[in-house]
């Protein structure tokens, strides 16, 4: 298991801005990572240092965005003013987290602008519609990664996370906090984010320096 991307949402009239915004002070270029057909949301990704990205995504107005956890999710943070929604971590073997869960993961597929998809199947994205400290969990199908789409020039140092349980409800606190390669997470109290549990900011060390992003 290893951290593999972390997401901010914002809503569709914005997403173009807030893509400038968040590239520029990064120093990173982000690219279409196209549509999310069965989730009704599309995103744009940057590539980060350590085979790790970023990614912007936002609701489309679509059936399955009101049909699916992950279409609820986002649409739902939109709503709310956007922002860092979840950490995602990826596995080689995802049926050993599908055992704990109890059910199979789902298939995701994302359907790139030249016409090419990236697949992947995920579970535990219905748990961080109320519980947005936790992270959900990914197997890739494909040999494609994010990370490499682009050039990588800035590297993620820590995650701020307003949780004063410190995962301690994630059965995998014990495999997230080992597969952090080095990223430190600093616990933050839940007034720092709106009273709510959840990524409150993320640091990133950029070419111009270490960078904040709330």
Same mark, same amino acid.
């Given at each position: 298991?290893?951290?593999?991307? $972390?997401?901010?949402?914002?809503?569709h009239?914005?997403?173009?801005?807030? $893509?400038q915004?968040?590239?520029?002070?990064?120093?990173?270029t982000?690219?279409?990572? *196209? #549509?999310?057909?069965?989730?009704?949301?599309?995103?744009?990704t !940057?590539? %980060?240092? +350590?085979?790790?990205? %970023?990614?912007?995504?936002?609701?489309?107005?679509?059936?399955?965005?009101?049909q699916?956890?992950?279409?609820?999710?986002?649409?739902?943070?939109?709503?709310?003013g956007?922002?860092?929604?979840?950490?995602v971590f990826?596995?080689?073997?995802?049926?050993?987290i599908e055992?704990?869960?109890?059910?199979?993961?789902?298939?995701g597929?994302?359907?790139?602008? +030249?016409?090419?998809?990236?697949?992947?199947?995920?579970?535990?994205v219905?748990?961080?519609?109320?519980?947005?400290? %936790? =992270?959900?969990?990914?197997?890739?199908?494909?040999?494609?990664? =994010?990370?490499k789409?682009?050039?990588? $020039?800035?590297?993620?140092?820590? #995650?701020? #996370? !307003?949780?004063?349980?410190e995962?301690s409800?994630?059965?995998?606190?014990?495999?997230?906090?080992?597969?952090l390669?080095?990223?430190?997470?600093?616990?933050?109290?839940?007034?720092s984010?709106?009273?709510?549990?959840? #990524?409150? *900011?993320?640091?990133?060390?950029?070419?111009?320096?270490?960078?904040?992003?709330?």
């Amino acid at each position: 298991m290893r951290l593999d991307h $972390v997401s901010y949402v914002t809503s569709h009239d914005q997403l173009a801005d807030t $893509v400038q915004r968040l590239g520029s002070r990064l120093g990173t270029t982000f690219v279409d990572g *196209g #549509i999310h057909p069965r989730f009704g949301t599309r995103n744009f990704t !940057a590539p %980060l240092l +350590d085979g790790k990205y %970023l990614e912007v995504v936002c609701p489309l107005d679509h059936p399955a965005t009101e049909q699916t956890p992950w279409g609820k999710a986002v649409s739902k943070k939109a709503q709310e003013g956007g922002g860092w929604l979840t950490w995602v971590f990826s596995t080689e073997d995802i049926s050993v987290i599908e055992d704990k869960f109890g059910r199979k993961a789902v298939d995701g597929h994302r359907t790139r602008p +030249d016409g090419t998809d990236l697949k992947w199947k995920q579970i535990g994205v219905k748990e961080i519609e109320e519980s947005r400290e %936790l =992270p959900f969990f990914i197997q890739w199908l494909t040999e494609d990664h =994010p990370s490499k789409d682009g050039n990588a $020039v800035a590297r993620i140092e820590k #995650i701020v #996370i !307003a949780d004063k349980d410190e995962l301690s409800d994630s059965w995998f606190k014990n495999e997230i906090m080992g597969a952090l390669a080095g990223v430190s997470i600093e616990w933050a109290d839940t007034e720092s984010n709106d009273g709510d549990n959840g #990524i409150v *900011g993320i640091e990133i060390q950029s070419p111009s320096g270490l960078v904040r992003i709330d």
